[in-house]
C-alpha cells in the first residue's frame, strides 16, 4: 500500500515562494507518476503539475509552468513542488497523488493514491 504525506504549506505573502513535500512509503517514487493538485475554496480539485515515471514533468499551463516547478528525489522518495511568484488565487490545498503508471494524462490519470493535502495561503 502506498501512503503520501505533504508537507511544507503555509502562510506566505503574495510574490514569496513555497516548496512542498511529498514522502511516499510502500512504493518507489521513481516507480510510480505522481501529481499535484490543488482545491480552493468552493472550487472542484484542480490538476497543477505532473511528473512521469521518466522524470519528465508537464503542467496545467503556462501560467503555472512559469512559477512553479515539480522534480522528485528518488534517494529521499520525495516529490516536490517549488512555487515562486506566489499570488491570492494560488490559495488552496495541495494534494499529492500517485498512480502506477508510466505517463500522467493531465485531466484523464485518475490516481490510485492520495495524499492528505498541506494549506497554502498567500496573502495580498
Known amino acids: 500500500q502506498v501512503q503520501l504525506v505533504e508537507s511544507g504549506g503555509g502562510l506566505v505573502q503574495a510574490g514569496g515562494s513555497l516548496r512542498l513535500s511529498c514522502a511516499a512509503s510502500g512504493r518507489t517514487v521513481s516507480s510510480m507518476a505522481m501529481a499535484w493538485f490543488r482545491q480552493a475554496p468552493g472550487k472542484e480539485r484542480e490538476f497543477v503539475a505532473a511528473i512521469h515515471r521518466n522524470g519528465v514533468s508537464t503542467y496545467s499551463g503556462d501560467t503555472v509552468k512559469a512559477r512553479f516547478t515539480i522534480s522528485r528525489d528518488n534517494d529521499k522518495n520525495t516529490l516536490y513542488l517549488q512555487m515562486n511568484s506566489l499570488k491570492p488565487e494560488d490559495t488552496a490545498v495541495y494534494y499529492c497523488?500517485?498512480?502506477?503508471?508510466?505517463?500522467?494524462?493531465?485531466?484523464?490519470?485518475?490516481?490510485?493514491?492520495w495524499g492528505q493535502g498541506t494549506q497554502v495561503t498567500v496573502s495580498a
Open positions: 497523488a500517485a498512480r502506477l503508471i508510466l505517463v500522467w494524462l493531465p485531466g484523464r490519470t485518475i490516481p490510485d493514491y
